[in-house]
C-alpha cells in the first residue's frame, strides 16, 4: 500500500501542470530501470493510470494517503507534493528521499535560509514555514518535510503556469475590487527584482495556486514560501523574472 502511494505521488507530480517534458523524461527513466518485473510492471501500470485518468489517480492517492498517514492530498508542485492534516500544510519535497542523510540535512539548511530571505523581502505577505528532516508520512524512508499553516481563501494565478501568458482579465477584475491590488502586486514584482540582485532567487510567481487572497480585503498571501534558485532552475528563474516585467508593465498600464 506505501509502495502504490508512493508511486502515486510521484506520477501525479510528472504528469501535473507544474511538470516539463524533461521531468516526464527522468521519471520514464526511473521506472524503466525499477528492479524486479512484478514491481516494474506494477509501477508502470500506476504511472499509466495518472497519464490517462488523473482524476481516478488523485482520488486514490487522497484515499491512501488518509488510510496510510491520515493526511489528505491536496496537489503538487515542481519540487514538493503537498498534504493537509487538520489545519496544517505539508509539503513533501520528493527527490530527497533519494539523498544520503548528510545531503538531506543540508538541503532542509539552505531551504530554510532561502525561505528566510524570501521573508525578509515580503514579511507576512509571504506564508511562513518551517523546516526538519523526517519520515516519509506515506514511507519509511525520511525526506525533507516543510510545514506551514493552511491558508483559507480563493486564487489569483497571474500566469499560465510556465508561460508568459498573464491572465490579463483575472487580474484586471481583481483590481476592479481591491483598491490595494495594485500596490500588493508590485510589492511582489519590486520583491522579484531585489531578490534577484541580492541573491539570485525570485519568488515563485509562476506555479499555479500559489497566491491565495485572505480575509475580506482579499490580499494576497503567497503560499510557496520558498524563492526560485537562479543556480539552481535558470530557465524557471528566467521566466518569473520576465513574468515580473509583465506584470509591472501591466499594472503601469492599468
Excluded at 112 to 139: F, I, K, N, W
Excluded at 223 to 251: M, N, R, T
Amino acid at each position: 500500500m506505501r509502495r502504490i502511494a508512493r508511486t502515486l505521488e510521484l506520477s501525479l507530480a510528472t504528469h501535473s501542470r507544474s511538470a516539463n517534458d524533461a521531468m516526464r523524461e527522468q521519471r520514464h527513466t526511473q521506472l524503466e530501470s525499477l528492479p524486479g518485473l512484478v514491481g516494474r510492471r506494477l509501477a508502470l501500470g500506476v504511472d499509466g493510470l495518472t497519464a490517462n485518468h488523473r482524476r481516478t489517480a488523485t482520488t486514490a492517492l487522497s484515499g491512501l494517503s488518509m488510510i496510510v498517514g491520515g493526511l489528505r492530498y491536496i496537489g503538487n508542485g515542481a519540487f514538493v507534493s503537498v498534504y493537509k492534516k487538520g489545519d496544517e500544510v505539508v509539503k513533501v519535497y520528493r527527490h530527497t528521499a533519494d539523498l544520503d542523510e548528510a545531503a538531506r540535512q543540508e538541503h532542509m539548511r539552505s531551504r530554510a535560509e532561502m525561505c528566510d530571505r524570501l521573508q525578509g523581502y515580503l514579511g507576512t505577505m509571504v506564508a511562513a514555514q518551517t523546516l526538519s528532516v523526517e519520515q516519509h508520512p506515506l514511507g519509511d524512508y525520511r525526506v525533507v518535510l516543510a510545514r506551514q499553516p493552511y491558508v483559507r481563501g480563493g486564487s489569483l494565478d497571474f500566469f499560465t503556469s510556465n508561460t508568459r501568458s498573464l491572465n490579463k482579465a483575472e487580474v484586471a477584475e481583481y483590481f476592479e475590487r481591491q483598491a490595494e491590488g495594485k500596490s500588493q502586486i508590485m510589492r511582489l514584482v519590486e520583491a522579484t527584482f531585489a531578490g534577484h540582485d541580492e541573491s539570485g532567487e525570485v519568488p515563485d510567481l509562476n506555479g499555479w495556486d500559489n497566491n491565495r487572497l485572505v480575509g475580506p480585503g482579499e490580499l494576497i498571501r503567497l503560499i510557496d514560501a520558498e524563492p526560485i534558485s537562479e543556480a539552481e532552475h535558470p530557465e524557471v528563474h528566467g521566466l518569473i523574472l520576465d513574468q515580473a516585467a509583465i506584470l509591472a508593465d501591466f499594472v503601469e498600464a492599468a
